[in-house]
Structure formats: structure tokens, C-alpha cells
């Protein structure tokens, strides 16, 4: 039996043709697809901005320098996510720390955030930036959590990494409601460059502002600068801050240009594989992924994931042994994730079991099974009946 993988991208003849014009061009570098993809992600997602990077970290990285992350802050996110949404702000040299989860959509709760900032208001430690996780796709609740932002003056960062494409009341995810928002365009997100990034957002300053951090901190606008004068040649550039080389080649972005304009298809598969596994699993001992709140495509997740949690009582099996059994019986089944301050690294700062319960729950009982565009019908059928029998203690 062949393996069923958890995810995998979906590369057909108008990505390699895409590809392939793109090598054969002038340009492998940042060049002119960059902005042409950069230009059709923002129409995409509504906004006005953005700026590709060469990973949704690196597009962490420079979003939470450019909103003011640094030594004495400190920056709050979901314990719920992958270890980039923490680190970021350990790269800018703010301090981290979590706000549990809800245990329904698997989101940054928005009630303990409000809590957590009575108290951190209190004691005079408020966030600099919240960075809410956009889990498997399904956006956090982003207009309570905006009108805390203007109550508290912190920023809004999005990790949308998992989320090309979805829909948060009606409009697509992407800094309606945030100063910024980061989407990852690795292989098993929603659409790939192999590795990439995105950071979208309204503000043009800002913008400018992550175009300078991804490219060294050098600008070559003449108006911007702060020694030229009319001697200075058109060979002149100047670095004005410390940046990095984050940025994207034009190879990637060819790709990109072309998986964006497959997306709605991409979306659409994943849509109809989810509702199907809703189906299927309706009568199994699990509790299965929140549907968006508000009708249709008011709330549409864009299905990164699907992520079940067992529900444990007798006669079923516990999640080390399903979990076995399936990867034994060829399906990738995975956990997303194990709480970030759980992880060694994060104890060593100081966090540990206990502080974040409702992330910890999820994550003791979570499984994702297979999702992508090229799962077949089939291949879910037999995903559904292994889980079935393995789920029986
Ligand atoms: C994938 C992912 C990232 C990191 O994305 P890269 O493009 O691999 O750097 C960050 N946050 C979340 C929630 C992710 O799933």
C-alpha cells in the first residue's frame, strides 16, 4: 500500500511552464516577477501592501522589528502553533509569552487575551505586538482582538501562514484587522515556492519600511537618502539600518504568480475533502475541527489542516497507539502541535506544563490526517477506515 502523506504540494504543466520561463529569463534574483507576484497577492487578499520574503520566519522576523519588537518588550502569541511564531520575537531580542487557546476553534482565545491584559495593565507589562495564529486555516476572531489592540496600544501581527486564501467575515485574511499579517508559502502550505513568504499590510510606511529590512537595509531612492547631494553618481546606494537578505528569487515568485492564480482550485479540493471527512467521521469517538462561525463564505477556513482530537472512554484507544498504528498502516497522520512553551527550549526560559491547559488538552488528544489537493477519494475512504479500526482499544 502506498503511503498517504498528511500534506504535499500540488505542482502542475502551468507551474513548471512558469518555472521554466522564469530560468530562461534575464532575471533569477529578485527581479520582475517578484513585484508581479506581490502585486497579485495583495489584490488577492484586499490590501493595499506587500512584500515577499524567502520564508513566513523571516517574514516574522523583519514584521516584528519594523512594529517595534526589541529589548524590553514583549511580544504574546498562540501556544497553539509552529516554534516561528515564538521565535521571531526572540530574534529582535523581545521577550515571549502565551495566551491559551479556545478549545473549540484551537485559537488564541480572545476572553484570556482580554484577561491576560487587564492584568498585564495593571502590573505595567503590556505587549508590544499580539501575533494571533490563523490555526489550519481558520481565522482567529480579528475584530474583538483589533478593538484590545486600540484599547491597549499594542500591534497586530497575523501569522497567516496557514491561511492563503481563507475568509474572516466575508473579506480574505490579510490586515483588515491587523497592522500586518505573514503567510508561508512552504511545500505543504496552501500554495508553495518551495520556500517562501509573504507579509501583507494597509500601511505604505510599514511596507516600506519591510522592503528595506529584507534587502540589507539599503536603499538606492535618491530622495532617500541622507548624504547625497549633486555630486553623488547614480551608482550610489546607502545602508541606513541593520537589514538581512530575506528576499525571494524570481524563480519562486514565478511559481507563486502561477499556484495564485490556482488557488480558488486548491481551495475548492481541500473544501470538498473536508466536508467529506466530516461525513465520514461523524460517528467515530472524535471531536472534529470547528467549522468557521458565520454562514458560508463569510468564515471560510482554506483547510491547511484537518486536525481531530480523540475523545478517550472506554473501548478506545489512546492517541500513542492510533497514532502508530496508523503511520504502521501507511497513513501520515502528524501532531500540530506541541505546545511552543513545552518545547525544551521554551521550558528553559521558564515556561512548562500546566500554564497554558486548554493548549496542552488539545494537544494531548490532537491528530491531522491527510489533507491536500491530490488526495484522491479513495485514498481518504482508506484513511477513514484505518483510523475506524485504529481507534478501537
Ligand atoms: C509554516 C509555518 C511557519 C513558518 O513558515 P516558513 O515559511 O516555513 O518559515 C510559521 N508559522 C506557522 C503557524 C507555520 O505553520
Known amino acids: 500500500m502506498d503511503f498517504i502523506p498528511y500534506a504535499t504540494q500540488s505542482i502542475d504543466e502551468t507551474d513548471l511552464t512558469a518555472v521554466r520561463e522564469a530560468l530562461s529569463s534575464d532575471w533569477l534574483t529578485q527581479g520582475p516577477a517578484v513585484p508581479r507576484f506581490e502585486q497579485a497577492f495583495a489584490a488577492r487578499h484586499g490590501v493595499a501592501h506587500a512584500v515577499a520574503v524567502c520564508n513566513a520566519t523571516a517574514g516574522l522576523h523583519i514584521a516584528c522589528l519594523a512594529l517595534g519588537a526589541g529589548p524590553g518588550r514583549t511580544v504574546w502569541t498562540s501556544p497553539n502553533s509552529f516554534v516561528a511564531s515564538a521565535n521571531a520575537a526572540l530574534y529582535c531580542g523581545a521577550g515571549v509569552d502565551f495566551v491559551d487557546i479556545d478549545p473549540v476553534t484551537r485559537n488564541l482565545s480572545v476572553p484570556a487575551l482580554a484577561a491576560k491584559l487587564a492584568q498585564a495593565e495593571r502590573e505595567g507589562c503590556l505587549p508590544a505586538i499580539v501575533i494571533p495564529v490563523h490555526f489550519a486555516g481558520l481565522a482567529c476572531d480579528m475584530k474583538p482582538l483589533r478593538a484590545l489592540a486600540d484599547r491597549y496600544g499594542f500591534k497586530v501581527l497575523e501569522d497567516a501562514s496557514h491561511a492563503v486564501g481563507a475568509c474572516y467575515e466575508g473579506q480574505p485574511v490579510g490586515s483588515r484587522c491587523a497592522d500586518a499579517s505573514v503567510f508561508s508559502f512552504h511545500a505543504v502550505k496552501i500554495i508553495t515556492t518551495g520556500e517562501g513568504g509573504m507579509i501583507t499590510t494597509p500601511d505604505a510606511a510599514l511596507a516600506r519600511r519591510l522592503q528595506l529590512l529584507r534587502s540589507h537595509g539599503i536603499t538606492r531612492e535618491r530622495a532617500e537618502m541622507q548624504l547625497a547631494d549633486e555630486s553623488t553618481g547614480a551608482w550610489a546606494y546607502e545602508q541606513q539600518q541593520l537589514g538581512f537578505n530575506y528576499r525571494l528569487t524570481d524563480i519562486q515568485a514565478a511559481l507563486g504568480c502561477s499556484q495564485l492564480e490556482r488557488l480558488d482550485a486548491l481551495h475548492a479540493a481541500r473544501e ?38 480523540i475523545v478517550r472512554g472506554p473501548g478506545v484507544a489512546d492517541r500513542a497507539t492510533v497514532f502508530a498504528r496508523l503511520r504502521e498502516a501507511g497513513i501520515g497522520v502528524n501532531v500540530h502541535y506541541t505546545p511552543i512553551p513545552l518545547q525544551p527550549y521554551y521550558r528553559a526560559l521558564g515556561f512548562g506544563p500546566g500554564q497554558f491547559p486548554a493548549a496542552e488538552a488539545y494537544a494531548a488528544q490532537a491528530l491531522s490526517l491527510p489533507l491536500h489537493p491530490r488526495l484522491s477519494e479513495a485514498q481518504q475512504d482508506r484513511v477513514v477506515a484505518e483510523l475506524g479500526r485504529a481507534l478501537r482499544a
Open 272 to 309: 470538498h475533502l473536508a466536508h467529506r471527512y466530516d461525513r465520514l467521521l461523524a460517528d467515530l469517538p472524535l471531536r472534529l475541527p470547528a467549522r468557521a462561525p458565520g454562514p458560508g463564505t463569510l468564515a471560510r477556513s482554506s483547510w491547511h489542516l484537518y486536525a481531530v482530537e
